[in-house]
């Protein structure tokens, strides 16, 4: 049983224990959710506040393989008595995948309203970014650039108060 | 196939999923780390260029040459809406800068809320009024450190700036009362002013402040020794007041101490150095002030354990800082003792 209070909704359902949410991904996956754990999406109260109990609620824009890992995560973060040290570990072994996954995390945090994984995962990729060069940003995210010389000395000129 | 299909997907991924995820994910960067980004690719370019909130502040601060540096990225159209100008510390930053500023980028200015020209040494009252001529939205003004700065700067901030609430003139040694007389009929909304170190100022002026700009929550008056009980007693009519500073002040007396008590609002309080307080201003001030949470007594030897048992009735919940370093009349001063009464202190030391 969830003893977590989930933070304030009106949908918090006082008669049901643990109210399940099911979650449908966009290549047709269901997941189960417990309410508590959804409630960190914000899109997800909005959604769930609307009464859609019992029908999976779609979510186009997150594939099934991340959303098994969002929902691992929530569910982490709704667990009581979980102290911040054994949290933060988790936390950075959850983000401890390839850049691809990370970017799909942030694609799937952002739309869904959840500030602990965008914080978390943001966070991670802002680490990745500062004290590079562009170059170096290019090398590291393998980015094709096709900038023209002029077009990357102009745009260079207009920027270069920026830097010491 | 195989081949084209791989080039697709670096496409899309350089196209479309880089600039979709740093445009999330850019908003936490360092500036110069931000304006990297924009040299990376020109779909990157594209996309952070024309997201506004990423271009709302202007950072400067330390750098060299910044007054060049500063012309240069106003003279980019993303910065038209920047709410922020930090040029703290920054070096090389004169009046010409900004009156040319003043002539080429004013449209610029339109959205700034906040301008800070500490330390900027070299700005004069010339400079002031060509930079508030353009930000008449300016909230946040602060330009501590500035012996240049004169009631003609001022002058010049209070016309141009209508609605300015922080004012911070710190070090401002040439600023008189004739400022304070602007600045109180101008902003009787002010909630913050910081008048450190403006020894030219008299309690004719201050008196001005506390009579017109009753929504302050934040005063700042360390260092004006010369002020007395006429401006100290008037203290009381600020009914907001949340944080006052009054180092220094050598001629408070409990009489007005005790007026001050009467803003219950403080929640910190520096009394580093008011040599004449006694116990009697200091209880006033734990009937007064129940949730004071940040108080230094340092210097003061006229206190003594009476007033930290008064303090401890009506604070012990809310304190967590308390400087009596030098105060030798209160016997029980260890870190246990202070402890003991005030369970939640963090911090033992304000004044160095």
Redesign the interface.
């Known amino acids: 049983m969830s003893s977590s209070p989930p933070p304030s909704s009106a949908a918090a359902s006082p008669s049901c224990p643990k109210k399940m949410i099911a979650l449908r991904s966009s290549d047709g996956e269901t997941f189960e959710i417990e309410e508590a754990a959804a409630l960190q999406s914000k899109t997800l109260e909005n959604m769930i506040d609307e009464d859609c109990a019992g029908t999976p609620i779609p979510l186009p824009n997150v594939t099934g393989k991340i959303l098994a890992k969002v929902v691992e995560f929530c569910s982490k973060h709704a667990e009581p008595g979980v102290d911040d040290e054994s949290l933060r570990a988790w936390d950075a072994e959850f983000v401890n995948v390839e850049q691809a996954t990370v970017f799909d995390y942030i694609l799937a945090a952002n739309f869904l309203e959840i500030p602990t994984l965008l914080n978390l995962t943001c966070n991670v990729v802002a680490d990745m970014i500062r004290g590079k060069t562009p170059d170096e940003i290019r090398k590291f995210f393998n980015i094709k650039s096709i900038f023209s010389p002029e077009e990357e000395e102009e745009v260079r000129r207009e920027n270069h108060w920026a830097f010491e | 196939m195989a081949a084209e299909a791989e080039e697709t997907e670096?496409?899309a991924?350089?196209r479309e999923?880089?600039p979709?995820?740093?445009k999330?994910?850019?908003?936490?960067?360092?500036?110069?780390?931000l304006?990297?980004?924009?040299?990376?690719?020109?779909w990157?370019?594209r996309t952070l260029v024309s997201y506004p909130s990423l271009w709302l502040v202007l950072d400067l601060r330390e750098?060299?040459n910044a007054g060049?540096?500063?012309l240069?990225?106003l003279?980019?159209p993303r910065y038209r809406q920047v709410k922020r100008i930090d040029l703290e510390f920054a070096q090389d930053i004169e009046d010409k800068h900004l009156e040319s500023l003043e002539n080429e980028y004013s449209e610029s200015l339109k959205s700034l809320e906040t301008l800070n020209l500490n330390g900027c040494q070299k700005i004069s009252d010339k400079g002031i009024a060509a930079v508030t001529s353009c930000c008449p939205n300016l909230k946040v003004f602060s330009i501590y450190w500035n012996v240049r700065v004169t009631d003609i700067g001022i002058k010049h901030l209070v016309e141009n700036c209508r609605h300015l609430v922080d004012l911070n003139l710190s070090g401002c040694k040439n600023i008189t009362d004739k400022s304070l007389e602007l600045v109180a009929d101008s902003y009787n909304e002010l909630q913050s002013l910081n008048l450190t170190r403006c020894v030219k100022l008299t309690d004719i002026g201050l008196q001005q402040i506390l009579f017109k700009c009753s929504s302050l929550q934040s005063l700042n008056l360390y260092a004006l020794s010369s002020l007395t009980d006429n401006a100290y007693n008037n203290i009381s009519s600020l009914s907001h007041l949340k944080y006052l500073d009054l180092c220094g002040a050598q001629n408070l007396s409990d009489d007005a101490l005790s007026c001050i008590a009467k803003c219950g609002k403080v929640v910190a309080l520096n009394l580093t150095w008011c040599v004449r307080i006694t116990d009697k201003g200091v209880i006033a001030v734990a009937e007064g002030c129940v949730s004071l949470e940040f108080l230094s007594l340092f210097g003061i030897v006229g206190v003594t354990d009476k007033c930290l048992e008064a303090l401890s009735t009506t604070c012990s919940n809310t304190l967590t800082t308390l400087d009596v370093n030098g105060c030798i009349g209160i016997k029980r001063r260890s870190r246990e003792d202070l402890l003991k009464l005030f369970p939640h202190l963090k911090c033992f030391k304000v004044h160095s």
């Open positions: 670096e496409l991924w350089s999923t880089i979709r995820v740093m999330i994910a850019c908003a936490r960067l360092p500036q110069r780390d304006v990297s980004l924009l040299l990376v690719s020109p990157l370019h750098m060299t060049n540096r500063l240069g990225a003279s980019l």
